[in-house]
């Protein structure tokens, strides 16, 4: 239930094309989604994070989209750079649930070649 | 705004001495602290939760006597492996969440601030 299914383990993209990674959830009681960049050596920074009462959200060459029937969300890097190689993991968590924990996907190690 | 620091940023110690990492938030108030450990290519796995002034809660596996957590006040949690082993060699990251001290930003549910991580390495 507390699970978080994360895909693909690592994706190589060109420059200037889209980076594309899913997630998939199993516990409906997540209302918080959000997305973190990982460089190696580094803390995660977060990167956007969606909630479920909206379908999409921009922010810059990053977008989320959400579909909450399916229980998927996925994030879209346009105009992928090298620069945007790194870790990326998604996560849940429930507004309801101890202190707001977060379940992590495995991670997507995405390589962006120039 | 919402800066979390950590320290040391790594630390080498010797089998079966302790070793204190220092989680501070800088410019909000955590009310909850998290700490982490990540292996190499892996992903994040959450070691406990604490919040200010309370025992913190550990996940199911890791040993409250070898791992203390101390969360004080709003602005500092501290973590420390006591008796290391080269096993608990690792990435020890925090992250909190809470509310912000400057105006401007409204809190944000859920939302968590992750530290620039500790790699410990035990000989």
């Known amino acids: 239930q507390q699970q978080v299914k994360q895909s693909p383990q690592s994706l190589i993209v060109q420059k200037g094309g889209i980076s594309i990674i899913n997630c998939a959830y199993e516990?409906?009681?997540?209302?918080?989604f959000p997305w973190y960049q990982q460089f190696p050596g580094k803390g995660p920074a977060l990167l956007i994070a969606?909630?479920?009462?909206?379908s999409e959200k921009k922010e810059g060459r990053f977008t989320i989209s959400f579909n909450k029937s399916a229980k998927q969300f996925s994030l879209h890097i346009m105009d992928s750079q090298p620069g945007d190689s790194a870790t990326y993991f998604c996560?849940?968590?429930?507004?309801?649930?101890?202190?707001?924990?977060?379940?992590f996907g495995k991670g997507t190690l995405l390589t962006v070649n120039p | 705004g919402a800066v979390v620091s950590q320290h040391p940023s790594w630390v080498i110690c010797k089998s079966g001495t302790s070793v204190k990492i220092e989680c501070r938030s800088l410019?909000?108030?955590?009310?909850?602290m998290f700490w982490y450990r990540q292996f190499p290519k892996q992903s994040l796995m959450l070691m406990a939760t604490?919040?200010?002034?309370?025992?913190?809660?550990?996940e199911q596996g890791v040993e409250k006597d070898k791992f203390l957590i101390n969360h004080a006040s709003l602005t500092l949690s501290t973590l420390t492996v006591t008796s290391a082993h080269p096993e608990d060699s690792s990435f020890y990251i925090c992250?909190?969440?809470?509310?912000?001290?400057?105006?401007?930003?409204?809190?944000?549910?859920?939302?968590?601030?992750f530290g620039p991580g500790t790699r410990l390495t035990v000989l």
């Open positions: 992250s909190a969440s809470g509310f912000p001290q400057l105006s401007g930003r409204a809190p944000t549910h859920n939302e968590q601030f």
């Open positions: 516990n409906t009681a997540f209302d918080y």
């Open positions: 969606i909630r479920p009462d909206v």
């Open positions: 996560a849940a968590s429930n507004s309801g649930g101890s202190n707001y924990k977060l379940t």
């Open positions: 410019d909000f108030q955590a009310t909850t």
């Open positions: 604490s919040n200010e002034g309370s025992k913190a809660t550990y």
